[in-house]
């Protein structure tokens, strides 16, 4: 039981990565119509300066900050040199537009640390554990992403909801146009807008280092499952990428923990941690694959011709 | 011009072995053979890509499923070991390649029938997350060499001929196989199933108000473009001599819409443009520093920013369309 | 609308349709009836509900409630495909050929349609006569034959509203629905369709959605008034043209 808890709150602590990683991109996809590959990339370039920065300054926090600030300038940069020029251009452009600035950042991050991981250990505040309930143990690093990715949702809701600038970010997902028309300066919305989510990917990546090998190439799978969550909550819908990403979340988390186990019930070990091992992997594309199949546009997308 | 580009790639292609013993540089044929491979994988995806607009990021499923029945055939073979019911596998071409393309079919048709439920950019997430699946499904059999993949023993048998074994002869095979499907999807773009195709792909509601059941079509497209690409994949693994899962990575995918749109969508041709200019520009690049794709990648960009319509789309003036 | 001695039996009926998006209806108990032989307009401003009336009688829009009836069968449940294949054929406001294709291309497919299947990988397809043939036929009706070879993209725009009505000619149809033919063109093109409509007024049910008045009160046998969803007025046209509500509300806004 305390097991189950412990596994369904790792599915959520994952869940806020991948919903830091979602807004980003659905919002996004969601107002300029544009896919972003280089997406996981960014979450590299926050998880990279944020080891780095943790190693000299022996800092979290600097490193948190510096992470996010890295991920969203390289964010912005992109978005000032390149992506501008897609936005009026076929998805399938897009895609190979920044599939090659995938190949461009993962080469240049082992240029520039080589090609041994780096690690990022969590800082002595953080470590150790807290009691969630009595008797149950749960890493305080946990408890802290947690707690940092609810309240980048809240504010996440109130900016997007309830400011202006929020209501200009909705205006433009649901009218282009319209936005322009009414004299919203356009360019300096998409900036921003695509340097908040870079920034949030940022974020993600520096949290997420103590959990992974910070190396070339971790932004892509990262990206994947985000794809899987928009897509599972319906692009341009911050309310889907929420449903999306606990969903993947937890599925993903409670698949991989209990799947080979349930699978030694009737097969041999080996076997059984193969099986289960793939089927856990496998997971969340099959439910991604069974939403698609009742709703192609996803739990809360819109209905595009 | 085009004329010319029609004419002048085969011959060249068809010169390269000869060329390459005057060089005094045989490992050229290997090389090129392979871009051939990769030509084969990437038009059979132009044919749905370029004509039918179904942008499939998860081809290298396909690729990989067909190399993977080649191996594991392969490898049941030279060890005995049973398979499917006592049948303990087969080293011989004219079995395990008709059957790649059958399982490569396969399972594009079950991709189909719920990828082709959707579009835009859920038919490429979701085609993805096919080519996912099937990935780490892969990589966890570790009796199929899980993460390290398959080594092949031997090359197949062609009708228990051991003729891949000559270089040589495996090369025009491939430049035969290449230039055969080429004809074959020439001859389905033109005819009327192809029109339909290209109809659904310029504008598939008007189609639908024509009467046009659109689906079957496209997922007919989709099998056909599947089981060519296990083809290719089966070609693959006799010419690597080696298996593994990262033939079904996601960037595997992304190298044969790279090299379809190198050299130019919805040409047919253009893909095997596309294959050749990616391999020279490895080759060229590797050259200048091991790092590469830090070079690869500007280059993708500057392609797509400047070049509608890829190489042969550029020298034949005809741009890529909406 | 019933059947009278003077007119002919509704080839193409819809009986009350109602269409309703959360809390606005779109469509408030709509019926009007086609006759071969006649030309109805729904006419009504911006907003009206033409479009979505046209969408639920094309099959793109299922509507909440109601029944549409061809030649006697209930087709409510049949989607744009099937429709088209009984016998309903649809033109587009926003024109929707296809530009990559050239002009007998264009028609070919549409003649195509009615193939029972296309597995058909061999032949080539501008080579078959049986398409061929009626493609060249229909093109003749609309007089864009000497354009046969052009790309679709070259049209000029009035030509490109030609194209499309050969389109939904070429599948032989008893019922046209045509959504603004004349958008967008100017007094001569628009002349041009206008005389191709009232010859094929003799071999057709059709109904026009239309903007143009000129062309309305030119063609229209029966025109009906459509307002926020709702009928406002139908009727001959003379009689819609007398009607001061109308007048007041639409005709004023016209050319």
Redo the contacts between chains.
Sequence with gaps: MQLLLEQALNGLQFGVTLLLMASGLTLV?GIMNL?NLAHGSLFMVGAYVGATVAAYSHSFLLAVAAGMAAAAMTGMLMELL?MR??YP?????Q???T??????????V??VWGRQPLSMPVPDWLSGAVEILPGVPYPTYRVAVLVVGIAVAVFLYLLVMQSRLGMRIRAGAANRDMINALGVNIVVLYTLVFGLGAALAGLAGVMAAPFMAVQAGMG?NIL?LT??VI?IGG?GSIRGAVIGALLVGVVDTLGQAYLPALFRLWLAP?AAD??G??LA??AI??V??GV??IR???LFGAR?? | MRLLLLVALPLALALVPPAARLLDNVYLITLVRQALIYALAAMALDFIMGYGRLVSFGHAAFFGLGAYTVGILGTHYMQDLALLFGWAGSNEALLAWPLAMAISGAYALLVGLISLRTSGIYFIMITLAFAQMVYYLFVSLSAYGGLTGLSLWLPNTIAGFDLLADGLYFYYLCLTLLLLAWWLLARIVASRFGQVLQGCRQNERRMRALGYRTYGYKLTAFVISGAVTGLAGALLANHAGYVSPGLMHWSMSGELIIIVLLGGLSSLIGPIYGAIILLLLEQLLTTITPYWQIILGPILILVVLLFKGGLYGTLTRRGSQA | MNASPASPAPVFAARHLIKRFGGLTATDDLSLALQRGRILALIGPNGAGKTTALAQLSGELRPDAGQILFQGRDITRLNMAQRAKAGIARSFQITAIFEQFSVLENVCLAVQAAARHHFRFWGRAMRDQALLEPAQAALQRVALQPLAERPASALAHGQKRQLEIAMALATAPQVLLLDEPLAGMGRAEAEVIVALLAELRAEHAILLVEHDMNAVFQLADTVVVLDDGAILAQGPAAAIRANPAVQAAYLSEGD
Excluded: C, K, W
């Design positions: 996809f896919i390149i020029r897609l251009r076929e998805h399938l452009d895609v190979l537009a599939f090659g600035l995938i190949l461009f950042f993962n080469e240049l082992t240029i892509e994947i794809f899987v897509i692009i080996a193969s099986a091992t793939a992997t496998m594309y099959v991604m694959a698609l199949a192609p546009q996803g595009t011709a």
